[in-house]
């Protein structure tokens, strides 16, 4: 297997750098992010600063891990280790004769792509904040409203953003009162930038009437076969977990908690340096979960999430 180090260059307005294959190489004409193999002694993030100023002239390049994934083409069978970079010196130039271009991940219009960067390209079209429903705990119209104000920022905010990923997951609401909420956020999705997936914690078909499906870390381990949902996200603890989650299909992950909560009372919490080691190799991404806030985004990234799960801070 042959470790790889890969760059994914993100402007500030989510645009990301990809590159054509030269002629005589394999897949030569298709496209792909910047990167290539580990030398003897390099770690990874040294792999990938020394590339991208190969390739691309990028100096004093700054990377933080994101998914670690394997893929096997006829020619090598190579292991990926995917990292974002946001931040680097000197404006990307093509110093190999390869054709470079920006492009929002929702707007790829190359083609073709290679094959291990098509789930990459799926991955970031997934919003930094994964926000979890808190209707019972804080009442159903303070929970819609707080929602409201957020659909209301992320329309403000002008430039092209993902929509608004929320989970709904409330057991203790009485039915009838679940019921008349999930069909207020369905209809919702009609004219509001909204994606929602429902826990597993609820019967089937309400994910499967919707954009997808989050399952408990029992329901994985259960689970025979991918459900039939456009989004599939799970709950992991482990890196058991989480291999289970890659080979089920699962989109996404959410891991923790990070800090003690409320919602798991006695768990003092994995912490930071737990978290990194959890996600060290991680096959999809993770959204870092648990006692978490806005102001925690830049910390989670560096240690490996792609982005951070908030539950009672979502809605403040």
């Given at each position: ?120 390209i799926g ?13 019972a705990e ?124 409320p919602s ?53």
């Amino acid at each position: 297997m042959v470790d790889v180090a890969v760059g994914v260059v993100e402007r500030p307005d989510g645009a990301v750098l990809i590159g054509q294959r030269l002629a005589g190489k394999p897949y030569a004409g298709w496209w792909e992010f910047p990167g290539g193999k580990l030398e003897a002694g390099e770690t990874v993030d040294q792999a990938l600063a020394r590339e991208l100023h190969e390739e691309v002239g990028l100096e004093q390049v700054a990377s933080t891990p994101w998914v670690v994934r394997g893929h096997v083409y006829p020619h090598a069978t190579v292991r990926l280790f995917f990292r974002r970079v946001r931040s680097w010196r000197g404006e990307p130039r093509s110093r190999e004769g390869q054709a470079l271009v920006w492009r929002h991940p929702t707007a790829i219009d190359v083609a073709p792509l290679l094959p291990a960067a098509l789930a990459p390209i799926g991955w970031l079209r997934l919003p930094a904040v994964y926000r979890l429903s808190c209707a019972a705990e804080l009442g159903v119209e303070a929970f819609e409203r707080g929602l409201a104000r957020a659909l209301d920022a992320l329309q403000d905010a002008g430039a092209p953003a993902a929509p608004l990923l929320l989970l709904l997951r409330e057991p203790a609401l009485p039915q009838p009162t679940f019921d008349a909420l999930f069909s207020r956020l369905r209809a919702l999705r009609a004219n509001r930038p909204l994606r929602l997936l429902v826990s597993s914690r609820h019967p089937a078909a309400y994910a499967q009437s919707v954009d997808g499906l989050h399952l408990t870390a029992r329901d994985l381990l259960a689970a025979t076969g991918r459900p039939q949902v456009p989004l599939l996200a799970a709950s992991c603890h482990d890196a058991r977990e989480q291999a289970a989650a890659a080979a089920l299909g699962c989109d996404f992950a959410t891991v923790g908690p990070v800090r003690p909560t409320p919602s798991h009372p006695g768990a003092p919490g994995i912490g930071w340096d737990a978290l990194a080691a959890a996600l060290a190799l991680t096959p999809i991404p993770v959204y870092a979960l648990g006692g978490l806030a806005q102001a925690d985004l830049p910390m989670a990234q560096a240690r490996g999430a792609h982005g951070v799960a908030l539950m009672r801070a979502a809605w403040r």
